[in-house]
């Protein structure tokens, strides 16, 4: 600097105070070198704020007082028809094996609904509906949507308890996903999530759509 | 490692234009441009990972709720969000000398050391000057960050980089100018 320069400053008080304001700032940006590169987030963490944001409040289903948990009732049903049928079967003679099975086999009952309402601008327009079928050997989720954006990953479908709990059961498409024989109980998991994944995403991604589901 | 700010391509005015179409993927394109500045700065001012992710996740929520409150003419998108995280690494130092009702805690909420103040404020003005830094045109980054951290002189970055001297020294200008001004606007924010 030179003794013109520094004299200056000795007699202007806004070009000192802003020399000495450039000096901080170099200082600070000196000083932010460590911060320029920082570690990556822990994995679970969006995974807890993403729930607390936009997970609607737990649905609680229509069941009356008094009576059985729907997956309970639907199970306890099933196993008293089937005896049923087997003590006639035996009763007329006709009874074997094959002959019970073939009697209690039956067109998949539908057990549960949901309405899918978007949860998420690129998705604004587009609805959906879920359907669960009980198909005698366990229960199968079928999911219509329809103008889903185009993506570079793929759409998943969970099943979702409303708190903390999200079961992956696959990439929704055209064929029926198999539910878990120890989630069959749709009071515990009450909503159906359909989420933006990424390639290699394990956690839940960004939800797109989301329904509560309606029992039978 | 990432970037402090725009790693995914993200920017403000997306984010922002999300805000408004109150689109819930600009949430995440604001964690993953800033949640590590974040977590960084909730760390420093409550002292432990746990709690600091506790602080983040506080953020990010209170950021979503009150998405409205951003006004890009009082600073930057980091600004507000750091403001924000500020006040919860605040709370949760409240919430915590509560519930351990020390006598030394309950002195440091009514007072909180001014070594502690000073480092948020310290580590608030790098974590912005930083995201200043990543925005700057690569050339001219490139000439601040030969003089900033490789401390190389005006004729030596000149030689290192082909440019002429009478460019590097317009750009080293510039670029101070740039900081200090982002710096000013910030300081409303947090």
């Known amino acids: 600097m030179s003794t013109q320069e520094t004299g200056h400053l000795e007699q202007c008080r806004t070009c000192a105070d802003s020399l000495s304001d450039l000096c901080t700032v170099i200082g600070v940006a000196r000083d932010a070198e460590p911060v320029r590169e920082l570690p990556a987030m822990p994995g679970d963490l969006w995974q807890r704020i993403s729930q607390e944001v936009f997970a609607q409040p737990p649905t609680v289903l229509e069941v009356a007082p008094g009576s059985d948990r729907p997956g309970r009732r639907r199970q306890g049903r099933t196993a008293w028809r089937a005896a049923l049928l087997a003590v006639a079967a035996a009763l007329v003679g006709i009874a074997g094996t094959l002959g019970v099975q073939t009697l209690v086999e039956r067109p998949p009952t539908i057990v549960a609904e949901a309405s899918l309402g978007s949860k998420n601008a690129v998705t604004r327009a587009v609805r959906g509906t879920v359907t669960i079928v009980d198909t005698g050997h366990g229960l199968q989720m079928k999911v219509d949507v329809s103008d889903m954006p185009s993506t570079t990953g793929y759409y998943a479908v969970w099943l979702y308890d409303g708190a903390d709990t999200m079961i992956p059961l696959g990439t929704l498409g055209p064929a029926p996903l198999n539910l878990p024989a120890s989630v069959s109980d749709l009071e515990r998991f009450p909503l159906v999530d359909i989420s933006a994944q990424q390639l290699g995403q394990q956690a839940h991604g960004v939800s797109l759509l989301q329904g509560a589901l309606r029992t039978e | ?190």
């Open chain 2, 1 to 190: 490692m990432s970037d402090v700010g725009h790693p995914v391509g993200g920017s403000d005015e997306e984010i922002r234009k999300g805000f408004q179409a109150d689109d819930e993927g600009s949430l995440r394109l604001l964690y993953d441009c800033y949640g590590p500045a974040v977590l960084h700065l909730a760390r420093t001012v409550v002292g432990n990972h746990a709690d600091a992710e506790d602080v983040v996740q506080a953020t990010f929520v209170a950021a979503w709720h009150n998405r409205d409150s951003y006004q890009p003419e009082l600073g930057s998108l980091l600004g507000w969000l750091l403001g924000i995280a500020r006040r919860k690494a605040v709370d949760l130092i409240r919430v915590r000398s509560r519930q351990d009702r020390v006598t030394d805690s309950l002195r440091r909420v009514a007072s909180p050391p001014s070594s502690v103040e000073h480092d948020t404020e310290t580590v608030l003005e790098q974590l912005v000057i930083a995201d200043e830094l990543t925005v700057l045109e690569p050339q001219q980054r490139r000439v601040l960050e030969l003089a900033l951290y490789d401390d190389l002189t005006h004729s030596q970055i000149a030689a290192v980089t082909g440019l002429a001297l009478g460019t590097v020294k317009s750009h080293l200008r510039r670029g101070v100018a740039r900081l200090r001004k982002r710096r000013e606007l910030d300081r409303g924010a947090y």
